[in-house]
């Protein structure tokens, strides 16, 4: 097992998979931090504590491989992260576990913070960079619940909770026969924007490819409305016509032209709200049907739509951009296509797949878009959603 230098700033990040691996980890750790990974798995701990390095692959025009060092890894429910967390060495606390894992990770967090305040640590920042908006917020609200008055005291001046917005694109690399296990593939572009007013202590030292700002929410709103829009409707409707990659998918006319419509009525949406340059984010648009095109990439249509359920969350990257459009009195018709296309998504081992096809075989199309997508039935917007589920499932191959 490794062991960091002699008064090296410390990073715990909890979720040792790619993300964790091909972008946040690999920033902390090439910004100087040694990086303790957290997990559940036991065999992916066992790799991180036996390999000396790893290998990021870098997916675009002119392919390059950046190797990473200066890590260690532990069960996340251990005692051993009880103390790294209490240790003074340890700067910052990150997340890629999942929005439905946070809840799973904040009593042992909660934990360590208990003996932090105990030993009186310097502050501490908490930092989930999950795909889903206020997500350092709600795991904060975990954390609270499981401290008493006199610690949350302490916590609320000395460990900060800050949102984040992160983006990159990170295809499963699990059958690409690696020689090390734990290399993983990344696209070039990468984005980490956290939210200045959450921190509680400087960042420091200063992590690579990461930008402070004081109105995140702009921004969380942005990539989830079209990097994460874009993405998931090009998932489903590469489905519904029978494509198995992303870029395949997308080099389909019928797609690229619903995908990019969607894009740019929820980039109307964006810029109306948040008063956006509406060509500056045209220029946003078109980078990030770019980056999505990428074919280096690899990136399978089932892995990309996977979770249905929860990307037709209230909020999340489907319903979020067609509700604000509506609200600015804005055209939804390309967005109506990719949230029918999701209703579409049949993939036997994805539980939530399983679950909404077996409601719409049971319920009927009409009522189950109802219920999913709050839209009452009758209503323009669930009709738009209903006729265009049946015009794309007329047509599924």
Known sequence: ???????????????????????????????????????????????????????????DKTERTEEVHSFSAASSQAGSVLHIIANPHTRLITTAVGPQVLEKIAP???????????????????????????????????????????????????????????DRIIPDTSNSHNENPLDVGVE????WIVDRTGLRAQIDPPIHGMALTDSLRAYIERK?????????????????HGLSRVDQALANEAVFKDVRGALRESGAALVSKHGFDAEAHERYVERVLARIANPKLHDDVVRVGRQPLRKLAKGDRLLGPMVMAREYGLLVDHLARGIAAAFLFD??????????????????????????????EGSEEHSKIVAAYKELKAQMK
């Open 188 to 191: 070039e572009f990468s984005e």
């Open 108 to 166: 042992i967090i909660a934990m360590g913070i208990r003996e932090r305040c105990a030993a009186n640590a310097c502050p501490l920042n908490v930092i989930a960079c999950e795909n889903m908006v206020d997500q350092t917020e709600t795991l904060g609200k975990y954390v609270r619940s499981h401290l008493s008055d006199e610690e949350n005291a302490w916590l609320a001046i000395n460990i900060g909770f800050a949102n984040c917005s992160v």
């Open 347 to 376: 993939v036997k081992d994805d539980p939530q797949s399983v679950e909404l096809i077996g409601e719409v075989d049971k319920f009927g199309i009409g009522h189950v878009v109802a219920a999913h997508t709050g839209f009452e």
């Open 1 to 59: 097992m490794h062991e960091p230098q002699p008064n090296q700033p410390q990073a715990l990040h909890f979720g040792a998979g790619n993300i964790g691996r091909g972008f946040i980890g690999a920033l902390l750790i090439e910004s100087g931090y040694f990086v303790f990974f957290a997990d559940i798995n036991k065999k992916l701990i066992n790799e991180l504590n036996t390999h000396d390095s790893y290998e990021v692959h870098v997916l």
């Open 224 to 240: 989830l409305f079209t990097l994460n829009c874009g993405h998931a409707i090009v998932a489903y409707l590469g489905f519904v």
